[in-house]
Structure formats: structure tokens, C-alpha cells
């Protein structure tokens, strides 16, 4: 089992910055990707970014693409998404998912989910 604790999340105005961060523990030795989700009210959940746990190759969604990073400090079994210039329809929830052998942004690719931190972007 992996077990994820998302945080940093809280309200910011548009143009903002804020930094998520994923703590992980448990059989951290089994991950091989972790990504980053969003799930805005009335909406499905979507993906955001992912990173692997071995090359360190990251991706994104084409929305977030140039505004967010994903980074990850091994040492602290800890994912982080750097968010910068937010806007308003970046508000949501976002949740940090580990898999131990999926490359990909499909939700189901991912097998331990944490419960979520809440983004809130005021116009």
C-alpha cells in the first residue's frame, strides 16, 4: 500500500502562485508514476500532471501546460505542483495519485489516491 497526504492548497486571486505538495509513505519503493488531478464542482475529475519516480520525466495537460511544474524530491517521498499564473477555472480540488506501473493520464491507471486539497482562484 502507498498512502498520499495532499497540502497547501487555500485561496488565492487570479495571477497567483501556490505549491502542492504530495507526501507519500508506505511501500514508496513500489511507485512508479504520481500525478496530480482536478476535480472542479460538477465536473470529472481530470488529469493534471505526472512525473515517474525513476527518469523523472514529467507531463501535463495542455491547460496547465507553461503555468504548472511537477517536481519530485525522492529523499522525502514528496511530489510537489508548482502552480503559477492561476486562474479562476484553475479552482478545484486536486489530489495526488501514485501507480506502480501505468504511464499515462487515464484516472484509472492510478491505484492510491490521497483525499484531496481545495484551490480556490478569486477574479
Known amino acids: 500500500q502507498v498512502h498520499q497526504v495532499e497540502s497547501g492548497g487555500g485561496l488565492v486571486q487570479t495571477g497567483g502562485s501556490l505549491t502542492l505538495s504530495c507526501a507519500t509513505s508506505?511501500?514508496?519503493?513500489?511507485?512508479?508514476?504520481t500525478g496530480w488531478f482536478r476535480q472542479a464542482p460538477g465536473k470529472e475529475r481530470e488529469f493534471v500532471a505526472a512525473?515517474?519516480?525513476?527518469?523523472?520525466?514529467?507531463y501535463y495537460a495542455d491547460a496547465v501546460k507553461g503555468r504548472f511544474t511537477i517536481s519530485r524530491d525522492n529523499a522525502e517521498n514528496t511530489v510537489y505542483l508548482q502552480m503559477n499564473s492561476l486562474k479562476p477555472e484553475d479552482t478545484a480540488t486536486y489530489y495526488c495519485?501514485?501507480?506502480?506501473?501505468?504511464?499515462?493520464?487515464?484516472?484509472?491507471?492510478?491505484?492510491?489516491w490521497g483525499k484531496g486539497t481545495q484551490v480556490t482562484v478569486s477574479s
Open positions: 508506505g511501500r514508496t519503493d513500489m511507485i512508479y508514476h
Open positions: 495519485a501514485t501507480n506502480t506501473y501505468y504511464t499515462g493520464s487515464y484516472l484509472r491507471g492510478y491505484d492510491f
Open positions: 512525473i515517474s519516480w525513476t527518469v523523472g520525466n514529467s
